[in-house]
């Protein structure tokens, strides 16, 4: 990690995290003001005052930027909360994504983020392993409730996770209704009365 | 109805409708073959092998024309099952979802409407629409099972419906997750579970 200077070294903090940190940003500007479809590195470039080669060099591609956008939302990210029951976790994390998704920035970026994913193999698979993030960061919720006995063993915690957050999508993006913080407290209660009753056990024809 | 050949009026089954229906499947095919972006009215009509100006002078925009073929999906979809008990409803309903999503036509059709809904508000209200249909196309099965005694008195039917495509729609565009009949049939036993114990009641606080 020293910022030793030899030559093709990446410095962090230095001259190539600092233009990093302005291409990105401009990116994010870019897809929240007018989605994905009119993206473009030149003028991602230009929002960034950097040069158009340097971000032509580092990135090459939209695809590849947004994936480089991606993992950095990734490694930005809150960590999980702990409340000590898994309906207080669960409803912390599904309070976390409706406020992101209906966060004036945030909610926009998401959605040009997931329609992009909609037509690059590239781009889903960036977006996938974003999400496969949040839902590990999130999961040991879920397992600390089996140890507690609240949910049942064998429960699938990352499908557990996943059902908190889908509703939440399902209002943003394909039904466009109401997406408050009823509706967040609704899914994770959903979400854990199902895995309290042992929807999320796994294997469960093989297992019984 | 009469298909009387008076000057304007629209004939069923006549070439207007015909002319409807080429522009219609033409459009869907650009869609799931290349996505929204690339959607452009002149090379509908040449798919269609309509002219460019029936086209141009009857829809004008891409999002007219893809909110008039959400209108003719809604209005061809099939009705819902009934098998006499909520689960049974239910999971009818998500596997309908889930084949549909899952179909190497369907599927890619979809995800481009969605897309192009989250660029757009016209199509996402043609969108919000569709689902609107479709919902109240099933949310019978769930007031039926307030009558049977199985779900409590309250429960908002319409969130039920929901509930059940949730999952499947975040497996198709957010998780990147295998998107199968036991996806499809624990999206609806959880959506039961969470019913039957009365998440989905509506003002549960005011009214307790």
Chains 1, 2 share one sequence.
Request: with cysteine; charged share 25%; glycine share 8%.
């Amino acid at each position: 990690m020293a910022d030793g200077g030899e030559p093709g070294t990446v410095r962090p903090g230095g001259r190539t995290a600092r233009v990093r940190e302005a291409v990105l940003r401009a990116a994010e500007d870019a897809l929240t003001e007018q989605g994905f479809s009119g993206l473009d590195l030149a003028d991602i470039a230009r929002r960034a005052d950097v040069g158009k080669t340097t971000v032509y060099r580092r990135w090459g591609t939209v695809a590849a930027l947004v994936a480089d956008l991606l993992q950095d939302m990734a490694e930005q990210s809150a960590p999980r909360t702990e409340t000590g029951s898994l309906l207080g976790d669960l409803t912390a994390n599904a309070l976390l994504v409706q406020r992101t998704l209906t966060d004036p920035r945030q909610g926009p970026l998401f959605k040009a983020l997931i329609a992009a994913a909609t037509g690059d193999a590239r781009t889903a698979a960036a977006l996938h392993r974003f999400y496969d993030i949040r839902v590990r960061e999130w999961a040991p919720c879920v397992r600390q409730a089996v140890e507690r006995g609240e949910v049942p063993q064998g429960t699938d915690a990352h499908e557990v996770v996943r059902a908190v957050s889908a509703p939440l999508y399902y209002h943003l993006l394909i039904s466009g209704d109401r997406l408050d913080e009823t509706t967040a407290a609704r899914a994770a209660e959903a979400a854990v009365t199902a895995a309290r009753a042992g929807v999320y056990v796994t294997d469960r024809g093989t297992k019984a």
